[in-house]
């Protein structure tokens, strides 16, 4: 498969993340489309790891493995930084009973 | 065009109609549960490029772990279709036309990229053997390090959401005032009110 079907597929996904976070005010929502967009790049660093292994696999066995690994470790990040934001939309959610995220303008006050 | 190929553009008409109904969903449980199918897609590309312990992961991971996190949180503050807060229409026509602008942008840029192949199907760097040992032999500080990210994401989750003590008795005392209203008055009166 051509390389740049993934490229052009991991392309839509991002962008499709980047109008949900630019159109929705739930902060859920926002939220469930940074993941997608991490997902995407996660998609596109499979793809290119494979690519990789496909051009270099006579000098190295396991070359283009350090990619697949970049993946793994974006997954733990995530998983951590969902965590994280989950608690912050909560608390947002008990201190204005919304999650709307125009509300969190009153930080600022 | 093998049976490969016709995986691919299944999965990849899928994922991308998943994702648009992620962000055009009103309901956000609906909008939890398209984001799992694009989850399911993205590793059915995982499986075609055998890289199969990230596509393991990857359900594992996040439609098994992060998903049913957000479906509680969800359920748990009971979002609905009417709760859901509406943006500006231009506003939405704004950030639409912003990302097709980006669309554009990078589909023209990437275009005329030359033509490499990927290997589907074949290879073996993306099982699980060959992964631990290059991660358990080169990548074992990373590995580490990321217990101690864990860690300390597990205990901001519980200060950020732990409850504040005031805050507490003050939902004591609400709930009471409740209590009371409700002994006083007629119940049919105060589901009404």
């Known amino acids: ?10 392309i839509a996904l991002f962008v499709i993340g980047i109008v949900g976070v630019l159109t929705r005010r739930n902060a859920i929502i926002i939220f469930m489309c940074i993941e997608l967009m991490l997902n995407s790049v996660n998609l596109l ?21 350090e990619g697949q690994l970049f993946v793994f470790f974006i997954m733990v990040v995530a998983a951590a930084e969902v965590s994280v934001g989950l608690a912050i939309i909560v608390m947002l959610f008990r201190n204005t009973h919304s999650v709307d995220v125009n509300f969190l303008n009153r930080l600022k006050h | 065009m093998g049976i490969t190929q016709i995986l691919f553009w299944a999965l990849a008409a899928i994922a991308l109609f998943s994702a648009l109904m992620v962000i055009t969903s009103k309901n956000p449980v609906y909008s939890v549960l398209w984001l799992i199918v694009t989850f399911f897609t993205i590793s059915g590309h995982y499986l075609l490029l055998n890289a199969q312990f990230l596509a393991i992961v990857n359900i594992i991971v996040y439609a098994g772990a992060i998903m049913v996190l957000f479906l509680f949180v969800i359920m748990l503050m009971n979002l609905s279709k009417d709760t859901e807060p509406q943006k500006n229409k231009w506003l939405k026509l704004a950030g639409a036309v912003a990302g097709g602008c980006l669309l554009l942008v990078l589909v023209a840029a990437l275009r005329n990229t030359e033509t490499r192949m990927t290997e589907l199907g074949s290879g073996n760097i993306g099982l699980i053997q060959n992964l631990g040992n290059v991660l358990f032999k080169e990548y074992v500080v990373p ?19 732990k409850r504040e003590k005031k ?15 409700f002994h006083q008055n007629e119940p049919s009166a105060f589901l009404n009110r």
């Open chain 1, 1 to 10: 498969m051509d390389i740049k079907y993934y490229i052009f597929l991991s």
């Open chain 2, 167 to 181: 805050r507490v008795e003050d939902e004591i005392a609400d709930a009471e005032v409740v209590k009371t209203e």
């Open chain 2, 143 to 161: 590995f580490e390090i990321a217990s101690i990210l864990f860690l300390s994401a597990m205990v901001g989750a519980v200060v950020i959401g």
């Open chain 1, 45 to 65: 660093l499979v793809a290119f790891s494979k690519m990789h292994h496909l051009a270099n696999a006579a000098t190295s066995a396991t070359a283009g493995s």
